[in-house]
């Protein structure tokens, strides 16, 4: 086969490369200096999106055409959230540390699923860290995932195994009677994806109400677990939420804590965002009871704002973490010496093998800024919300349509009208402007029925002034759509 | 809240941050450029791994510091597969294109969970090149996930609801019987995983022997299923290897989609490397029937050396892959406009939902190079892997241990004392040694109980006269460890 010379994917001439990465770095340094003065989001024209069905390349069009079809086809139409007025759903921001810690990270392309070398033992590190800011023991186990998503599947799973350790080996059906765990009705929608995943079932997962802050009514949860115990289920978890999607809601986490003890169930705590309020002596009391739970999953590229994606899911019992994910491979033989062994694999933590070096980021830029730096930077989102949930509080035209415990703000557009679905469609419309107008990226979702715009603010580029255009914009809206009505 | 000024993660000095990045790009460019001339892999010292156990930092030290420390405890200590003699496991190399392209990534930090954005319509251009390099149909569904191991469990939990469509909601439990699925006893310890983790249990996997070439033996399949299906058991898929981890071996997938069909079963099909091998006209013929498959599971970091991670699942039936992951979120509000919505929507296609932009690498790179390129790299490999063979088919001291397919080669240092335990203990402290001294890094293996040490080719940096090193030195090293014997 070796007809034509050996070659490889190195550049021709590594001094033409490195004058192009030049470039490139300026150009992309001087995009994000640049960002508050763009629009936060704006659509892909539906040529551009045309352009994006082109057949597979069969010769290579050189590394300079690949970087024209970059700056055509992507750089102007991104999801919009490293801008400053982009509060959608819950989205971190990165930051131009993180996006040169990448850079390295992808120069090594050491792959991070496991051996002797230096990044588990980074990455064990910045798990140990991880337990110290939620205030976890320092025995307890942790990986690092692409995010809260695939956390709260891998604590779910430990939880699942711990309560029959038949299960990884036999199978959910193994268990007499059905396994079932408990979790608001404001609880995220992977909490579902993993109870379907695992082989639980959705309908295992029983959707708990909340009360009017948006927390778990503990009261209906007992009365759930009595209910399926008295029925021949058999309850094994239970999820609490630090800092829910739609309004930032925590539940009583100590009182779960307890119940959980007593009840003898695995209790999880989704903390997506949230969890990271402990980091802020001020916040840290919401979050109370959160240090007791058996799992804890959560995002680094949220709430600490560092580069997609980095999540982290922190176990109480080694065992149980380890349980789901060992399996005996025989290629990979361990030596006593050389490149294979390590004490921390993460291959047997997660559903991942091999992958990226993702703790790398995470420990530089902790090391640069300091944890002091990222709790101040919590509490002023946090400060953020409240100003902003001041000022509708403060607008005859603007309502609040839920409490704000940390830094999400969910509103909405009054009126003149009734409440009712004309209302709805006037915020829907309202919303999908400022979006269009390139003003603010906020998401919508229902709250009690009604739509509400809602700010999640995980954004260390936001100031005081976005919000207050972001009000003074929704209410010149507001009136402009009710006009058209 | 806010007694001190808003702050960010932005440079207080936008031009010192540059300059530090400009001198980042060159320290990485050199040491990239400079990779061949050094040990392919070093251990980690004890002071750095002591230096790995601080606690965290409450002060940040600053940009300078935080790369000192990755100077110092990190850049030294990769795993080594960069360079052009790491061969450990099935490791890519990556390149200074993906590298370049991973910056700008992070500089975008876009979440590429959805929406409409330039990220899913490239991801989605992405696929459908996928399919195209696999001659999978136009209309299959797909998404990019962190590797193989995630994209066999997308594929069995496709499979598993596809089998029984109430799974994802009432659990396994409500299948009446077991559902079993059949791999060969080479298949990779991913498909271990899936099973415990998708509630089926490891028992549920039936481990079929492989034939003296490593193939699954179709005889032992046919007689499993119909056994299982007199006890009552309850097949549903069969995996099929297009590359083992061990030997390359390649089942034979026609046959294998053949008895699928016979017997009413998902055909699934773990290419983690090997099913790059339809890119070559020369070697398509390995994996033919490949292209019949229910679904694919394969990487793009390995064999298409894209830097870390990217794999990628391709399924036949779209609504089979989206029935595991497909949940309600009502806080997800989809509207006709805005930034909301979004044809493909990898989040109900896989176990993420944020997740990191990682298509842009694969995008950019498929356009600079071109698939044509991929192609000859990859028969360069194989041809590698032949070229290998023969050195050590050639010398009096070394044999091989299996057959050579694709791009493994398995083979021992046959010294002058007979087979056993002391062979095998000889040719472990050789493949130690070979790493230990920087030469090359293979890995290690079992082979009906043989030890082997194993070369995995996927590597563009690789030159022949690298494999002419590793024979010399492992016949040097292998005479230093008899004399001492």
Redesign the interface.
């Known amino acids: 086969?070796?007809d034509?010379p050996?070659?490889?994917?190195?550049?021709a001439s590594?001094d033409d490369?490195?004058a192009?990465?030049?470039r490139?770095?300026?150009e992309?340094?001087d995009?994000?200096?640049g960002v508050r003065e763009r629009p936060v989001?704006q659509?892909?024209p539906e040529e551009?999106?045309a352009g994006?069905?082109?057949?597979?390349?069969?010769?290579?069009?050189?590394?300079a055409?690949?970087?024209d079809?970059?700056r055509r086809?992507?750089?102007?139409?991104?999801?919009?959230?490293?801008h400053p007025r982009f509060w959608?759903?819950?989205?971190?921001?990165?930051?131009?540390?993180?996006?040169?810690?990448?850079?390295?990270?992808?120069?090594?392309?050491?792959?991070?699923g496991g051996?002797?070398?230096?990044?588990p033992?980074?990455e064990?590190?910045v798990i140990?860290?991880c337990k110290?800011?939620l205030g976890f023991p320092p025995e307890a186990s942790g990986v690092l995932v692409?995010?809260?998503?695939?956390a709260n599947?891998v604590a779910i799973?430990a939880a699942?195994d711990a309560f029959d350790p038949r299960?990884?080996?036999?199978?959910?059906?193994?268990?007499a009677g059905?396994p079932v765990l408990y979790a608001s009705a404001q609880t995220?929608?992977?909490v579902?994806?993993a109870a379907?995943?695992?082989?639980?079932?959705?309908?295992?997962l029983r959707s708990v109400p909340a009360d009017a802050e948006f927390r778990i009514d503990l009261a209906a949860l007992e009365r759930a677990i009595a209910g399926d115990r008295a029925a021949g289920g058999r309850p094994f978890c239970v999820v609490g939420n630090a800092g829910t999607?739609?309004t930032g809601a925590i539940d009583d986490l100590a009182a779960l804590a307890d119940l959980c003890r007593r009840e003898g169930l695995w209790f999880h705590v989704d903390g997506a965002f949230g969890a990271l309020a402990a980091l802020s002596g001020?916040l840290r009391p919401l979050v109370a009871g959160m240090e007791r739970a058996d799992s804890i999953a959560f995002?680094l590229?949220?709430w600490l704002?560092m580069?997609?994606?980095v999540g982290c899911v922190l176990i109480r019992d080694r065992a149980a973490h380890q349980r789901?994910?060992t399996?005996?491979?025989?290629?990979?033989?361990r030596?006593a010496?050389?490149?294979?062994p390590n004490d921390h694999d993460p291959g047997s933590l997660g559903?991942?093998?091999?992958?990226?070096?993702r703790g790398?980021?995470v420990w530089?830029?902790?090391?640069?800024?300091?944890?002091?730096?990222y709790a101040?930077?919590i509490?002023?989102n946090?400060?953020q919300a409240?100003?902003l949930a001041g000022l509708v509080h403060q607008h005859a035209e603007l309502e609040l349509l839920a409490p704000v415990p940390l830094n999400i703000v969910c509103f909405r557009y009054r009126g003149t009208g009734p409440d009712g679905p004309a209302l709805d469609a006037l915020n829907?419309e309202l919303?999908?402007r400022i979006?269009?107008r390139g003003v603010a990226?906020p998401?919508?979702?229902?709250l009690n029925g009604r739509?509400a715009i809602?700010v999640a603010i995980a954004n260390?580029?936001s100031?005081?002034e976005d919000f207050d255009l972001l009000v003074a914009r929704a209410v010149e809206l507001g009136r402009e759509i009710s006009a058209e009505g």
Chains 1, 2 share one sequence.
């Open positions: 086969m070796a034509h050996e070659e490889s994917l190195d550049p590594w490369f490195r192009h990465a030049h490139t770095v300026d992309l340094l995009w994000l200096r989001w659509p892909v551009v999106r994006l069905r082109r057949p597979l390349p069969e010769a290579g069009a050189g590394l055409a690949s970087w079809e970059f086809s992507v750089l102007p139409y991104p999801w919009g959230n490293v959608g759903w819950v989205n971190g921001t990165g930051s131009p540390s993180g996006a040169l810690a990448e850079f390295a990270t992808a120069v090594l392309n050491t792959n991070a051996g002797h070398q230096a990044a033992y980074v064990e590190q140990d860290w110290a800011m692409t995010g809260g998503s695939v599947l799973a699942r299960i990884s080996e036999e199978g959910v059906a193994v268990a059905t995220h929608s992977s579902d994806k379907r995943l695992l082989g639980l079932g959705q309908r295992a999607v739609n001020r995002d590229h949220k704002y580069p997609y994606d789901p994910f399996v005996p491979a025989s290629y990979l033989s030596e010496r050389g490149a294979a559903p991942e093998l091999s992958r990226e070096f790398l980021k530089m830029l902790l090391q640069e800024h300091g944890i002091a730096k101040r930077l509490e002023q946090v400060a409240a100003y829907r919303l999908i979006q269009e990226v998401s919508g979702t229902l739509f809602r260390h580029r100031r005081r």
